[in-house]
C-alpha cells in the first residue's frame, strides 16, 4: 500500500499512531468490499452502499460503492437526456454564404490533436460521417477567463456523440487531404464555446481506417464502412423512385398484404410459426402471390408493394431466408403489358440513379435459345462464347472419348483468352491449372463425361483438331473461327428436352469466364445487358430434393401452380402432353442475374382446379388449401398478370457488388443465422411447452 504524508510529516507518537488505526481500517474495510457479504448464509452485495475515504495529510483514497456507482449512471443518463437542437447541418456549412456567427453542431468526435496543453484541434463528424469541420479548442478566452469546455474536451474519446456549441469562423483554406471518405470543410472552422456528450464511446473498441469488424459487429461495421452506408442509402432512393414511377406514373397502388399466412403447396419449403393454440400454426408467405390474385378479383386493378418473402431453402450461394420483392399485378393484362410496364420502371432506375441508358426495348429470348446457346436460363450476354450442337459430325471414337451416354448430345464452344493470343503453351498451362483445381474438377468428375479439350495451334497438324477428323475439324473452324491459343471445348449431354436452370457445358462457360478474369488474362465484363427469357416449360420433372406442390404425376410447375399455359394449343396439351406445355412466364435478367420473375395467371377457378387435380395429381386435401383463392377466381376474377422483382439482387446489379449481404443492413450468413443478435436460437422448455411442442428424438 502506497502511503503520502506532509510535507511536515506527523509530528508527536500519537498522531502517528492515529494514522496507524485509520490506516488498519482502511485495510480491513476494502478486504471487506472485496468479498461479498453474507446474508441469512448467502452471499450478497445488497447493503453495501456506503462510502468510506482514508485522509493522509489532507488527502483521501475513495472506495467508490454501488450506490455512488448508480448515482454515476443516473446523472450521466440524465445530462443527456436534455439538449440544443443543431442550427446547422456540418455537410452544409461547406456553403461559403455563412457568416461569423454562433451554431450548434451535432456529430461524432474524431481523433484530437493537441498543439500544446493550451491548444487542441478535433474533427467533427457529421451525422451522417460524410462530411467534418474542424474544432478549435483553448484552454483560455480572450478575456483570459478559463474555458471548461477545454478540460472537458480532452476527457472525451474519438468516436464520442456530442453536441458542440460556437463560433463560426472563417479560416484559411487548409491544404490537407480528406479524412478517407470523410470530405473536409476546410474555407471555416469552429471555435469551442461548449461541448455536452450524448454517450461513452469505451476505450476498448478501437476504430481506425484500417479496422475492419466481423459480423458479428454489424453496427461498427455500417458505422465503419462507407459503402455499406451508401448502398443502404442508394437502395433508399431507389425505392421511392419505385414507388414515383409506378403510384404517379401508371397509377398503381401499393397495398400491404398479411405476413401471417398458411401453409400452402406453392414450391419451397415455409416456415412455421406455431400458436398458443393446440396443432395450429401460421406460416410466412414465400411471397404475396395468392394475396395478389385475390386482389385481382377485389377491383384492385393495379397493385404492388415491397413484400418481406420467406423461404426455407437449402442454403445456397447468396441466398437469403428473408428477402424483399418489389411485387406487382395488373388485371385485364397479358404479361406483354407487364413486360413493357417493367421496361420502363428498370430503364428510369438506370437513367435516374446511375446516369445510364438502357436498350429499348429489351432483347428477347426464349428458354430453349437461351439454353442451347448460353447454357444457362440466365445467361450474361456480355461473355459471348455462344454454344453450338456438333455431335452429328463428330466421329464415334472421339464421341466414345468424350462420353459413354448411349445417343448423346454433343456441344462445343470457344473460349478466347485474349491476353494469350498466339500463345497456346500458356493457354495450355491455364486450362490444366483449372482443370486440377476444386472449381474445375467437378467438370472433369461430371456423370455425363469431362470435357474435351482442344488448343488451337497452327504449329500442329490440323490446327490441333485432329481427333475430330477432317470434315468435323473444318466445320468447327468454320463455326468457331478461332484464332492461335484459343480454346475449344466440348461437352456431352442427355439426349432429353432442357429443364432446370443450366447445362455442364453452360456451368463450364461461366467457371471458365471466372478464373481467367481473377488472374488477369481478361478483363471483367463492362456495361449492363438486360434481357427478357420467355417461354419456359409450364411443368418440370418433379425429384426428391425438388418436390414441387407433392402430386402423384411425377410433375411440378416450373414456376408455380397458378401461372397460365401461353396459348389455346398449350391448353389443349394439358390433356395429351403436359410436359410440353409452354407458359406465359418470362424472367427479367440483367448481366446473368435474374432479377425476377413473373407470369400470366390462371384466372378461372375451373381450369386452376383442373390443373391441380388432373394435372399435377395433387390429393384433394392439398387442393383444399387454396379453397380460398379458387373461391376468389370463382368470382368473375379477370384475367391477370404481374411479376415480383427481388429488389435486395437489383439493388447489388445496379452498384455491381457480388453479395447481396452488401446491400443488406442485416443479412443472415450463409447457414441462414444472423451472427449478431444470434438467431435463430434455441427454445426453452417454458416456450415449448406455451406452443404445445415436444422436439422429436433424432433418428
Not at 447493503?47 to 448515482?71: D, F, K, M, P, Y
Not at 401453409?263 to 393446440?278: D, H, K, L, N
Not at 420467406?310 to 395488373?330: K, V
Not at 493457354?427 to 488451337?456: A, C, H, M, W
Request: hydrophobic share 35%.
Amino acid at each position: 500500500m502506497l502511503l503520502c504524508f506532509g510535507k511536515r510529516g506527523f509530528h508527536n507518537r500519537e498522531l502517528l499512531r492515529s494514522s496507524y488505526v485509520e490506516i488498519s481500517r482502511f485495510v480491513r474495510e476494502a478486504k471487506d468490499l472485496s468479498s461479498p457479504l453474507r446474508v441469512n448464509g448467502q452471499r450478497s452485495l445488497r447493503g453495501h452502499t456506503s462510502s468510506r475515504s482514508l485522509h493522509c495529510s489532507g488527502r483521501s483514497l475513495q472506495i467508490v460503492s454501488s450506490e455512488s456507482r448508480e448515482a454515476d449512471i443516473f446523472h450521466t443518463y440524465k445530462s443527456s437526456l436534455s439538449f440544443s437542437s443543431a442550427t446547422h447541418e456540418i455537410q452544409n456549412l461547406e456553403r461559403p454564404e455563412f457568416p461569423r456567427q454562433e451554431v450548434v453542431l451535432h456529430g461524432y468526435l474524431g481523433s484530437r490533436t493537441d498543439l500544446s496543453k493550451n491548444l487542441y484541434f478535433v474533427p467533427l463528424l457529421s451525422k451522417d460521417l460524410s462530411h467534418s469541420i474542424q474544432i478549435v479548442s483553448s484552454a483560455k478566452s480572450i478575456g483570459g477567463r478559463e474555458h471548461l469546455a477545454h478540460k472537458n474536451l480532452k476527457s472525451l474519446e474519438a468516436n464520442t456523440p456530442v453536441v458542440v456549441r460556437g463560433l463560426l469562423k472563417v479560416r484559411e483554406p487548409a491544404a490537407s487531404k480528406d479524412l478517407g471518405n470523410v470530405k473536409k470543410i476546410k474555407t471555416q472552422e469552429v471555435e469551442l464555446w461548449d461541448v455536452q456528450p450524448l454517450n461513452e464511446f469505451p476505450n476498448d473498441i478501437v476504430i481506425t481506417p484500417e479496422t475492419v469488424f466481423p459480423s458479428e459487429k454489424r453496427h461498427l461495421q455500417i458505422r465503419q464502412d462507407k459503402t455499406l452506408r451508401d448502398a443502404l442509402a442508394f437502395r433508399s432512393k431507389t425505392a421511392a423512385t419505385c414507388r414515383d414511377v409506378l403510384s404517379e406514373d401508371f397509377g398503381f397502388t401499393e397495398v400491404e398484404t398479411p405476413v401471417l399466412f398458411k401453409s400452402t403447396p406453392e414450391g419451397a419449403r415455409e416456415f412455421i410459426v406455431p400458436t398458443r393454440r393446440r396443432g395450429m400454426a401460421y406460416a410466412l408467405p414465400q411471397s404475396p402471390q395468392q394475396f395478389k390474385q385475390i386482389l385481382m378479383a377485389s377491383g384492385i386493378s393495379k397493385y404492388y408493394q415491397f413484400a418481406r418473402c420467406f423461404r426455407d431453402e437449402d442454403r445456397r450461394a447468396d441466398r437469403q431466408p428473408e428477402f424483399t420483392q418489389l411485387d406487382l399485378e395488373m388485371s385485364f393484362a397479358s404479361g406483354k403489358d407487364v413486360m413493357v410496364c417493367i421496361e420502363i420502371l428498370v430503364r428510369r432506375l438506370w437513367s435516374d440513379m446511375l446516369d445510364i441508358k438502357l436498350p429499348s426495348p429489351f432483347p428477347q429470348m426464349t428458354y430453349h435459345q437461351a439454353m442451347s446457346t448460353f447454357g444457362s436460363d440466365k445467361p450474361d450476354l456480355r461473355l459471348g462464347m455462344p454454344i453450338h450442337r456438333i455431335g452429328h459430325l463428330l466421329p464415334a471414337g472421339l464421341i466414345r472419348m468424350v462420353t459413354s451416354l448411349p445417343d448423346p448430345i454433343l456441344e462445343v464452344m470457344l473460349f478466347q483468352l485474349g491476353a494469350n493470343d498466339s500463345n497456346p503453351g500458356m493457354t495450355r498451362k491455364f486450362i490444366n491449372d483449372f482443370l486440377d483445381s476444386p472449381e474445375g474438377s467437378q467438370f472433369n468428375d461430371n456423370v455425363y463425361g469431362g470435357p474435351g479439350i482442344f488448343i488451337y495451334n497452327t504449329k500442329q497438324p490440323m490446327q490441333g483438331l485432329g481427333p475430330f477428323g477432317f470434315e468435323a475439324a473444318e466445320e468447327i473452324e468454320r463455326l468457331l473461327d478461332p484464332e492461335p491459343g484459343d480454346l475449344i471445348v466440348l461437352q456431352a449431354r442427355k439426349n432429353e428436352d432442357f429443364h432446370g436452370g443450366s447445362t455442364m457445358i453452360g456451368n463450364l462457360r461461366l467457371a471458365l469466364h471466372r478464373a481467367a478474369v481473377a488472374q488477369g488474362l481478361i478483363p471483367p465484363p463492362r456495361g449492363f445487358e438486360p434481357l427478357w427469357i420467355t417461354d419456359f416449360p409450364l411443368f418440370s420433372p418433379s425429384s426428391a430434393s425438388e418436390p414441387g406442390q407433392g402430386g402423384a404425376a411425377g410433375l411440378a410447375s416450373t414456376h408455380h401452380p397458378f401461372t397460365s399455359p401461353k396459348s389455346a394449343e398449350d391448353v389443349d396439351l394439358l390433356l395429351s402432353d403436359p410436359s410440353k406445355v409452354i407458359g406465359e412466364h418470362y424472367d427479367l435478367v440483367m448481366n446473368g442475374v435474374e432479377l425476377g420473375g413473373g407470369s400470366r395467371r390462371v384466372h378461372n377457378a375451373e381450369m386452376q382446379r383442373y390443373i391441380m387435380e388432373e394435372v399435377l395429381k395433387m390429393t384433394p386435401e392439398r387442393v383444399g388449401e387454396f379453397s380460398h383463392l379458387l373461391e376468389a377466381l370463382r368470382s368473375g376474377c379477370p384475367p391477370h398478370a404481374g411479376i415480383a422483382l427481388g429488389f435486395d439482387r437489383l439493388i447489388a446489379v445496379m452498384l455491381g457488388r457480388d453479395s447481396v449481404r452488401d446491400v443488406i443492413a442485416f443479412p443472415k450468413s450463409g447457414k441462414g443465422e444472423d451472427v449478431m443478435v444470434k438467431s435463430p436460437s434455441e427454445m426453452s422448455e417454458d416456450v415449448l411447452k406455451t406452443y404445445h411442442l415436444r422436439l422429436r428424438e433424432e433418428e
